[in-house]
Structure formats: structure tokens, C-alpha cells
């Protein structure tokens, strides 16, 4: 069935490095999406990305779509102490509605 | 605006005890969904269900029955819990197949 693995699982940071993270899928994907999950929390939407090599920007953050729709990353630049949390890739295959997440990369960031 | 409705927030179950998730949206969604969430695991689809009368299978759907008899409602129901369902347990929402999912805000369950 469908996989979704993302890399890496954690990821200590300096304020003011930058972080990344990636998605890779065992199947092509219809569309990726981001979502952020403080600690606690529940997960919230951050974006999705339909089109072959599409990026897209949010302030600090850009995010990427593979040519082949089969992997994705997230860049953050120059950290935050408000970027920490768990980051998770999501895909969907077709239109089954069946949405896959990876396994988050949890990002701490030391001020 | 309620958004994703889930109770309870907390339970503590004992091994073989039989209970029901609820999950409520008032956002009319067709696409609702459970997740279970374990440390290193992410986020694990169990049910999920594409509109009233409509549910299918995720990727661990075993030890867990849905049903959905309204656009509104999908409850998940333990028939027999078993330490290994203890987890996060999250429901989201999202219209139509390819839209953001919103999530409630969690069911935290112990099965001792």
C-alpha cells in the first residue's frame, strides 16, 4: 500500500539555522500537504502542492514539490523558537480521500 | 463555529472493556477520517469515510469499527481494548478529497 516516509525524525537547531525536512512517497501523489503540530497540539494545515516541481513560499518557510510528485521538503530559514514543533508531510494518491502522513520530523530549537 | 468535535478528551480503559470515540463536525464535510498517534509512528490513518453510509478501511484498521450515518457524525468503537490501542486517537474533517484537513483536538486513551 501507500508509504510515506519522512526524514529526519529529529532535528536539535540553533535560532537562526536553518532546517529542512523531506517526504518521500512509494506512489505518486495526486497532492502533498504540510501540516504543523505544537507539542500537545493537534496537527494544523500549513499548505498543499498540487503541480510536478511546484514551490511555494510562507514568509520563512518554502516548500517543494518533486518533479515526479513522489517527494516533497519543507525549508525553513534563520529558526525560531516559535517554529518548534512536528512537522508532517501528508499525501493523497488519487481520489480515494485516503490521506497518508509520514512520520513528522519534531524540530526543537535552542535559543 | 465548533469546527472538529471530539470527546472525551481523556479515557482510561481496562483490557477487554468496550468503548465509543465520538467525533462530531458542523463544517459539512464529506471526507472524515480517524488517526492514531504513537511516538515515531506519526500519525496512523485507522477509517476513514468519504461521505454518510460510505467507510473503508485505512492502514490499521484492526480492533476498530466505524460507521457513518450522518454527514455530521463518525464515531470510532473499540470492541475489545487491548493495551496496543493505547494512543492519541485524532479525527479530522476536509471537504472534498483534496482539501486541508482540520482536526480536532484529540483523545488521549489508556487501556490498562
Known amino acids: 500500500g501507500q508509504q510515506v516516509m519522512q526524514i529526519p525524525q529529529y532535528q536539535h537547531v540553533q535560532e537562526g539555522e536553518d532546517f529542512t525536512t523531506y517526504c518521500n512517497s512509494s506512489?505518486?501523489?495526486?497532492?502533498i500537504q504540510w501540516y504543523k503540530q505544537r507539542p500537545g497540539g493537534h496537527p494544523v494545515f500549513l499548505i498543499q502542492l498540487v503541480k510536478s516541481g511546484e514551490v511555494k513560499k510562507q514568509k520563512r518557510l518554502t516548500f517543494q514539490f518533486g518533479e515526479a510528485k513522489k517527494n516533497s521538503s519543507l525549508h525553513i530559514t534563520a529558526t525560531q523558537t516559535t517554529d518548534v514543533g512536528t512537522y508532517f508531510c501528508a499525501g493523497k494518491a488519487g481520489n480515494t480521500g485516503k490521506l497518508i502522513f509520514g512520520q513528522g520530523t519534531t524540530l526543537q530549537v535552542k535559543p | 463555529n465548533a469546527g472538529v468535535t471530539q470527546t472525551p478528551k481523556f479515557q482510561v480503559l481496562k483490557t477487554g472493556q468496550s468503548m465509543t470515540l465520538q467525533c462530531a463536525q458542523d463544517?459539512?464535510?464529506?471526507?472524515m477520517s480517524w488517526y492514531r498517534q504513537d511516538p515515531g509512528m506519526g500519525l496512523r490513518l485507522i477509517h476513514y469515510s468519504v461521505g454518510a453510509g460510505i467507510t473503508d478501511q485505512g492502514e490499521v484498521p484492526n480492533g476498530y469499527n466505524v460507521s457513518r450515518s450522518t454527514t455530521e457524525d463518525f464515531p470510532l468503537r473499540l470492541l475489545s481494548a487491548a493495551p496496543s490501542q493505547t494512543s492519541v486517537y485524532f479525527c479530522a474533517s476536509s471537504y472534498m478529497g483534496t482539501a486541508e484537513a482540520f482536526f480536532g483536538q484529540g483523545t488521549r486513551l489508556t487501556v490498562v
Open positions: 506512489t505518486t501523489l495526486s497532492n
Open positions: 463544517m459539512n464535510h464529506e471526507y
